[in-house]
């Protein structure tokens, strides 16, 4: 029972690097989704994909690129990494339906700790 | 634009009952999620809701008012373990979801 796994776990960058954040789901859901959490913020949505070979933007886009060539899979890039992006990064995955699945929540990974110097 | 508070901390004594508020402003609204996150981990759900009333699983509870835009959970027999950071959310369109900032509980002994 996997669920929504994360890679890497801590990350330290520089300024001007540029990183892959992996997510995988082995619940064959439809929607997945990229948030960062920042002290006293909650959690805010980078993008997300409602499916294979879609993307979208959320509230915190800039900054950051997307990619679902495969559905259990949801890549988060950062081209170019800035001290502003330091912050712990949570996948997560849920069906599509919010009506015939209305109470299924969405299922988030263990989070990837990212700091940039 | 959305908005959703909650208080930032609160304390509570082991075997107490605590009561976290959130109250939101949203555009749109398709139920309203609790989740629970201890330090270091990922969110997990706790309560949904989509209905006004009370809903109720073991010693947690969450209400639903859409008129007032209000939601709240109560957590009962307090225990050391409930220490945690308690989410609220707000599902608008599709499956897309806004939290608040989160309230986190201290539970003394």
């Known amino acids: 029972n996997a669920g929504v796994t994360q890679t890497p776990k801590f990350r330290v960058l520089k300024t001007g690097q540029s990183m892959t954040l992996l997510c995988a789901q082995d619940m064959n859901h439809e929607y997945m989704y990229w948030y960062r959490q920042d002290p006293g913020m909650g959690l805010r949505l980078i993008h997300y994909s409602v499916g294979e070979g879609t993307t979208a933007k959320g509230e915190v886009p800039d900054g950051y690129n997307v990619s679902r060539l495969k559905k259990q899979n949801f890549l988060l890039g950062l081209e170019s990494a800035a001290p502003s992006q330091t912050s712990v990064y949570f996948c997560a995955s849920s069906y599509s339906r919010s009506g015939g699945a209305g109470k299924e929540p969405q299922h988030f990974g263990d989070g990837t700790r990212l700091s940039i110097l | 634009g959305q908005n959703i508070d909650q208080p930032t901390e609160m304390t509570a004594t082991e075997g107490a009952i605590v009561q976290i508020n959130c109250t939101y402003q949203t555009s749109g609204f398709n139920g309203l999620f609790w989740y629970q996150q201890h330090a270091g981990e990922a969110p997990t759900f706790l309560s949904y809701n989509v209905l006004d009333g009370l809903e109720e699983k073991g010693r947690f509870s969450s209400f639903l008012s859409r008129s007032k835009g209000y939601s709240y959970l109560l957590l009962k027999e307090l225990q050391m373990k409930d220490s945690a950071s308690y989410l609220c959310?707000?599902?608008?369109?599709?499956?897309?979801?806004?939290f608040g900032g989160g309230t986190r509980l201290m539970v003394k002994p």
């Open positions: 959310a707000v599902r608008r369109a599709g499956n897309m979801l806004t």
